[in-house]
């Protein structure tokens, strides 16, 4: 059955997140599609320059999808500040530009897509009761717990206000779906709702013709044995990590390591390479889902990294799909759900949280033991597709939808 749904997202096209494939999906299955979102800012902080006159409630479309922007105040250098008045600005704005939109009867889904901060669902929430229509929300980041990992937030009484908005938003939620098993028996502690399970996919809207990468780029593609961290350099994915690793490994004259991204830790990053005088690593980016993609399928093998924190010990990272859509060998320095996925399935290496030398190991495992590269390969593009295509996880958050059940 054709479905006008209304997607509510912090973020959306032309910033770089797998709800702006999952957008696509649904339009090429015939629904009906608008997205409710602020003015793009990820990752670099700055309103995008298009967009820098917007001040007020503006629409474009992307494809076939409408798309309604609100202002909001960027991001900027993503420290705790400026995030918190950039998540409060979104409700904020968002409320109150949308109270004189008419929506009635034009929709019959909401779709809240809930990366951090899981706050945006309140803009979802305003609409779900204005207009009477039900709410389905897809977490992609637990809070308050990812919010006191990262250091972000210690006081207790501001963590006990979180929780208490949190529980609010799964109570006004028709449907709760989580990213993660682990995720779902984790949002069991606060909320006695049926929750479902439908794992990330591999995104990528990019389709140029011809990739052009920097010749500095190529050339350590071409002479080494590279393995690449894409993605977020935050607080989260524990770089220092991949760094220490890169120290210890510093006299295996073939091993490179490429870190793919930006984040609010690629400046210690940088100084930490600058510092330890490190030829064997080097950020570049951040660049397209497509670039990214192709300068991952040119690396031997893909890191992936959190820190030593329960929460992240739940999470299954976005980039975990896109190497296996890469078929890479996938060496992780991670505990919990990512690390069990890795040793049943084969598909790698993987070690404790935040142990670099345990990260080198592994590293040196599949260096010293090349004829792995293969079969690997072959293990993680059947993997992904039986469990995680695009196409597969839309039509599951469809039915999600359709079943309307809390």
């Known amino acids: 059955m054709r479905k006008n749904i209304l997607i509510v997202t912090h973020h959306f096209w032309p910033e770089n997140f797998l709800i702006n494939e999952v957008a696509l999906r649904f339009s090429k299955l015939k629904h009906k599609v608008t997205v409710i979102t602020g003015l793009p800012n990820y990752p670099l902080g700055k309103i995008?320059?298009?967009y820098k006159n917007w001040k007020?409630?503006?629409?474009?479309k992307f494809k076939n999808i409408k798309i309604i922007r609100f202002p909001i105040i960027p991001r900027k250098s993503g420290n705790f500040y400026n995030l918190i008045i950039n998540y409060i600005s979104f409700i904020v704005s968002g409320i109150y530009y949308l109270r004189k939109y008419n929506f009635k009867n034009k929709f019959d889904h909401i779709f809240v897509y809930s990366t951090s901060p899981i706050t945006s669902a309140i803009v979802g929430i305003y609409l779900k009761k204005k207009y009477k229509i039900k709410l389905s929300i897809w977490?992609?980041?637990?809070?308050?717990?990812?919010v006191k990992a990262t250091g972000f937030v210690k006081n207790?009484?501001?963590?006990?206000?979180?929780?208490?908005?949190?529980?609010?938003?799964?109570?006004?939620?028709?449907?709760i779906i989580a990213q993660s098993n682990a995720f779902k028996k984790k949002i069991k502690l606060i909320t006695n709702k049926k929750i479902h399970v439908v794992e990330n996919s591999h995104f990528n809207l990019s389709k140029e013709s011809k990739i052009v990468l920097p010749k500095e780029l190529l050339k350590i593609l071409n002479n080494y044995f590279c393995l690449v961290f894409a993605g977020n350099i935050g607080k989260a994915q524990s770089i220092k990590t991949i760094l220490e690793t890169a120290f210890k490994l510093k006299n295996f004259k073939k091993i490179f390591i490429?870190?793919?991204?930006?984040?609010?830790?690629?400046?210690?990053?940088r100084n930490f390479i600058k510092k330890n005088n490190l030829d064997n690593i080097k950020i570049f980016g951040p660049y397209n889902s497509n670039v990214t993609l192709s300068i991952i399928k040119r690396c031997k093998a893909c890191l992936l990294t959190l820190r030593n924190e329960e929460i992240f010990s739940l999470t299954i990272p976005n980039k975990f799909q896109t190497y296996l859509y890469a078929g890479k060998p996938i060496i992780a320095s991670v505990n919990g759900e990512v690390s069990k996925i890795i040793k049943k399935q084969k598909i790698?290496?993987?070690g404790k949280a935040e142990d670099s030398e345990l990260l080198k190991t592994n590293i040196l495992k599949l260096f010293l033991n090349k004829r792995k590269l293969e079969k690997i390969y072959i293990?993680?593009?059947?993997?992904?597709k039986k469990n995680y295509d695009i196409n597969k996880?839309?039509?599951?958050?469809?039915n999600i939808f359709n079943k309307n059940n809390g």
């Open 48 to 50: 995008f320059h298009k």
């Open 139 to 146: 977490i992609q980041d637990l809070w308050p717990e990812s």
């Open 348 to 350: 790698g290496f993987a």
């Open 379 to 384: 293990k993680s593009k059947n993997f992904y």
């Open 56 to 60: 007020s409630l503006n629409s474009e």
């Open 156 to 175: 207790r009484f501001i963590l006990y206000l979180l929780k208490s908005v949190v529980r609010f938003i799964y109570k006004n939620s028709d449907n």
């Open 393 to 398: 996880q839309s039509i599951k958050l469809l």
């Open 258 to 269: 490429l870190i793919i991204g930006d984040g609010s830790e690629k400046d210690f990053a």
